[in-house]
C-alpha cells in the first residue's frame, strides 16, 4: 500500500516528534510558517506518553485543544529510539530461524569480523537467536538464482512444528543466494502462515537482498527480532493520536533519512534503527540554506550522546550498514558517527585513579545530579553549573531546576575528592574531557576519511552543542559556527524537512562494457517502476523524484565506490572516470589496468518534502544590554571572569557582540571566547566567527 495517508495537506499545521534519550522534542509549523518548540521529559518506561505529553505541552503553549489542534495536523512525523532500544535492552520478540542446512552458524560466525581487529579477546554480543532455534532445510540455490536442489516443505514444517513447541514468536528466513532469487524463502514463508499463522515473518530477499550470508542473515533476525515491538508501539501510539483527533497516518523517519507511513513499517521496522538521528540531515538541508553553505558538519549533542554526520555539496553521506548492540544491519543508513558525551554524561574516577567521562550517561531519570531528581553521579551539566556556564534555577519550560548546591556537592564527591582537587578544578577537568571526546568525533567522519573539517561549517545543535560548539570548532580549524535558534529540537525541526523515499537495490555482477551498458537501461527499468510505486500516491503534492547509481569495484575489491547514473548522457568513459575519481578522493590511488565491474544497481526514489520556511526578521534596533553579569570560567588562559549574559530573545537580526558571552535560549546555552564575534543573522540565527 503506498504512503496515500500521509500526504501533506496544502493547509494545516505539521509537527515533528523526536524521543531523545533525556528530552521529547516537539516543534510545530502553523500554516503561515511561524515555528513552535516544545520540549518535555522523555518517559523511558512508556516513550509514546512522552509523545503525547509534548502533544499536550503545545496545544497549551498555543492556547488550544489537544483535539484541535492534532485534527487541524496535515503531517505528523515521529523519530523514535524503540527499534534501536529493543536490540540494546535486549528486549525483542523469540525468534526461530530458517537457513539453509549446513549454514545455521552463519549469523555466529560473523566471518569473523571485527570493528577492531586487535582487540581480538572482546566476546561478541550474544546472538538475538540462539543455536537450538536456528534450524536449517534443504534445498539450494547458486549465484545467479538457478535451483540446484529443491526446497524440503516437510524439512519447512518440520522446523516451524519444534518452533511452535519451543515458543518462537517471530521467523527469520534467509537461504544461501536468496539475493538473487527469493522464491525459497517465499515458499518457505507460505508453509509458516500455514502451519503456524500467529507467526509473524521476515525475509531477507525482501529486506537486503544483498551479497554477503552473514549480513543479510543478521539483518532478517534484528527485523524479526524487533518486529513486534516496535509495530505494536508504533500501532498503539497511531490509535492513541486518532481517539485524540488526528486523522491521518503517522509517518516515521527511517534510518536513510526519508520519511515513511507506518503501513510501510510494518513490512520491515529494522528500517527505523537509527531514526530519530538521522531526521538531522533534514534540518542540515534547512539550515544549509539559511547559513549559505551546502558544506557542513553538524554536532548534535543531547542529554546522553553527541551525533555527528555530514552534508558534502549538499547530498548526506550514506552507508550501506550498521551495527546496533553488535549486531549487524545491512540496510542504507546516513553516515552517523555517535558518541556517549552528552548534557548526562557520567564522569567518573576508574580504579586507577584517572578521570573518565562517559560513556555512560543519567539519562532522563534521575538526569544530573543538579536536577534534584536523585541523580548523585557527576555529570557535564554539573560541572558547566559549577564553572558558571549555566545558570541556577529554572530552565526551558520549568520543569527542571538546576540546583547549583547538588552539582558541586556530586563533583566534589565523585570526582574532586578521588583526585585530591579543588571543585572548580575537577570541573574544568570534566568540561575539557568532554570536549576532546567531541572533537575525536567529528575528526572520526572528516580527517580520518581524508575531509578538512576546516572546510565546512560546523553546526552546534542540540540542547548541550551551543555550550562546546566554539571551541570545538576552534580545535578543528573551522571559520564559523552557525547555532540555531531552535538549536535544542534540531531533529524535530528536520523531520519536517524530510523526503518521503523508497530506496532499492539489486544484485547486478557484470564487468563495465558494452554487453552490461546495454542491459542497464531495462534493469533500471524495473527497479524505477517498483519505486515509483510505493511513493507514487505522494504525487498529486509534489512529483517524485528518481536518482540511479551504480556500485562500481575493481575486480577482486570488496568495498564498492557508488558513482551516479544517466541513461540518457552516460557511456563507459563517463562512468569510469567519476569512478576514478571517487575512488582517488576515498582511498588515494587508481588501479589503471584493473578491470572494473559493476556489482549492484539502486534507485532512490523521493517525494520532495514540503520545505520550512526560511524566516526573514527585520533588523534589530538599539545596543542590546546583558540581561546579566556572572562568574564564568573563560579557559586556563584567561581564568575567571565576570561574563555578560544575554536572553536570546532580546537579541534580534543585525546585533552583532564580541565574547566571552553566554546567550541563554528556551532550549540551549551558547557559550563564545574571548576571541568570538557573535552576529544574528536574518533568519534570527546564531554565528559565531571564530578569530
Known amino acids: 500500500m503506498p504512503d496515500a495517508s500521509i500526504q501533506r495537506g496544502p493547509a494545516g499545521n505539521r509537527i515533528g516528534v523526536d524521543v531523545g534519550g533525556t528530552f521529547t522534542d516537539l516543534v510545530v509549523e502553523q500554516p503561515g510558517g511561524s515555528i513552535d518548540v516544545f520540549k518535555v521529559p522523555s518517559v523511558p518506561s512508556d516513550p509514546s506518553q512522552g509523545v503525547l505529553d509534548a502533544v499536550a505541552a503545545a496545544a497549551s503553549g498555543l492556547g488550544t485543544t489537544v483535539p484541535d489542534l492534532l485534527a487541524g495536523c496535515g503531517w505528523f512525523v515521529h523519530g523514535s529510539t524503540i527499534a534501536t532500544n529493543t536490540v540494546l535492552e535486549r528486549k525483542g520478540a523469540k525468534v526461530g530461524m530458517l537457513t539453509t542446512a549446513g549454514f545455521r552458524d552463519s549469523v555466529e560466525i560473523r566471518r569473523s569480523i571485527r570493528e577492531n581487529p586487535w582487540h581480538h579477546r572482546v566476546p561478541y554480543a550474544e546472538p538475538l537467536v540462539p543455536r537450538h532455534l536456528r534450524l536449517g532445510v534443504r534445498g539450494r540455490l547458486d549465484a545467479q538464482g538457478n535451483e540446484l536442489a529443491p526446497l524440503s516443505s516437510d524439512d519447512v514444517r518440520d522446523a516451524v512444528e519444534t518452533f511452535a513447541q519451543r515458543g518462537v514468536e517471530t521467523v527469520a528466513i534467509c537461504f544461501i543466494n536468496a539475493y538473487a532469487n527469493g522464491r525459497h524463502e517465499e515458499a518457505a514463508a507460505e508453509i509458516v502462515r500455514s502451519v503456524a499463522p500467529h507467526m509473524a515473518i521476515s525475509l531477507s530477499s525482501r529486506l537486503a537482498p544483498i551479497v554477503g550470508e552473514y549480513e543479510r542473515g543478521s539483518t532478517t533476525v534484528v527485523d524479526a527480532y524487533i518486529r513486534r515491538r516496535v509495530i505494536a508501539y508504533l500501532e498503539a501510539l497511531g490509535e492513541r493520536l486518532r481517539d485524540l483527533g ?68 549538499g547530498r548526506a553521506q550514506l552507508i550501506d550498514g550498521f551495527g546496533i548492540g553488535g549486531h549487524h544491519v545491512g540496510l542504507s543508513a546516513i553516515d552517523i558517527h555517535t558518541v556517549g558525551a552528552g548534557g548526562g554524561t557520567i564522569a567518573r574516577v576508574d580504579e586507577a585513579g584517572l578521570l573518565r567521562c562517559g560513556p555512560q550517561g543519567a539519562g532522563a531519570a534521575p538526569g544530573p545530579a543538579a536536577y534534584g531528581r536523585g541523580g548523585s553521579d557527576a555529570t557535564t551539566t554539573d560541572a558547566l553549573v559549577v564553572l558558571g556556564r549555566m545558570r541556577a534555577g529554572p530552565i526551558g519550560d520549568g520543569s527542571v531546576v538546576i540546583d547549583p548546591v547538588r552539582a558541586r556537592a556530586a563533583c566534589a564527591e565523585r570526582v574532586a575528592g578521588p583526585l ?25 567522519i572528516s580527517v580520518k ?19 562546546h560548539g566554539a571551541t570545538v570548532g576552534r580545535v578543528l580549524g573551522c571559520r564559523r559556527v552557525y547555532v540555531p535558534r531552535h538549536a535544542g529540537a534540531f531533529c524535530a525541526l528536520g523531520m519536517l524537512d524530510s523526503d518521503i523515499r523508497h530506496d532499492l537495490y539489486r544484485v547486478f555482477d557484470a564487468p563495465l562494457g558494452d554487453e552490461a551498458m546495454a542491459a542497464l537501461p531495462a534493469s533500471f527499468a524495473e527497479l524505477a517502476a517498483t519505486a515509483l510505486e510505493e511513493v507514487g500516491a505522494e504525487a498529486a503534492a509534489s512529483p517524485p523524484t528518481l536518482r540511479r547509481v551504480l556500485d562500481l569495484v575493481y575486480k577482486g575489491q570488496m568495498r564498492s565506490v557508488q558513482v551516479d547514473y544517466d541513461p540518457a548522457h552516460d557511456d563507459i568513459a563517463s562512468l569510469k572516470g567519476r569512478f576514478e575519481a571517487e575512488h582517488r578522493r576515498l582511498y588515494g590511488h587508481i588501479k589503471p589496468i584493473t578491470p572494473i565491474r559493476i556489482a549492484a544497481l539502486r534507485v532512490v526514489a523521493t517525494v520532495p518534502a514540503s520545505a520550512l520556511a526560511v524566516p526573514e526578521r527585520a533588523e534589530a534596533a538599539g545596543t542590546p544590554r546583558a540581561a546579566e553579569t556572572r562568574r564564568v570560567f573563560i579557559d586556563r588562559n584567561a581564568g575567571w571572569a565576570d561574563v555578560p549574559v544575554y536572553r536570546g530573545a532580546d537579541l534580534g537580526a543585525g546585533h552583532a557582540l564580541d565574547g566571552p558571552l553566554v546567550i541563554e535560549e528556551q532550549t540551549m546555552t551558547l557559550y563564545a571566547g574571548p576571541a568570538d564575534h557573535v552576529s544574528v543573522d536574518r533568519a534570527g540565527n546564531f554565528v559565531i566567527e571564530l578569530r
Open 449 to 467: 576519511r581524508g575531509l578538512n573539517p576546516a572546510r565546512y561549517t560546523l553546526i552546534a545543535a542540540g540542547g548541550a552543542g551551543p555550550m
Open 246 to 313: 488526528f486523522g491521518g497516518e503517522v509517518a516515521l523517519i527511517q534510518s536513510n533519512g526519508g520519511a515513511i507511513g507506518l503501513s510501510r513499517v510494518a513490512r520491515a521496522p529494522s528500517m527505523l534503527c537509527l531514526s530519530g538521528p538521522a531526521a538531522g540531515i533534514g534540518a542540515m538541508r534547512y539550515y544549509g540554506r539559511l547559513c549559505g553553505s551546502d558544506n557542513l558538519i553538524t554536532m548534535e549533542i543531547g542529554g546522553t550522546s553527541c551525533d555527528v554526520s555530514m552534508l558534502q555539496s
Open 420 to 444: 585530591g582537587l579543588d571543585v572548580e578544578e575537577a570541573a574544568i577537568g570534566i568540561v575539557q574531557l568532554l570536549e576532546q571526546n567531541l572533537l575525536h568525533a567529528v575528526e572520526e
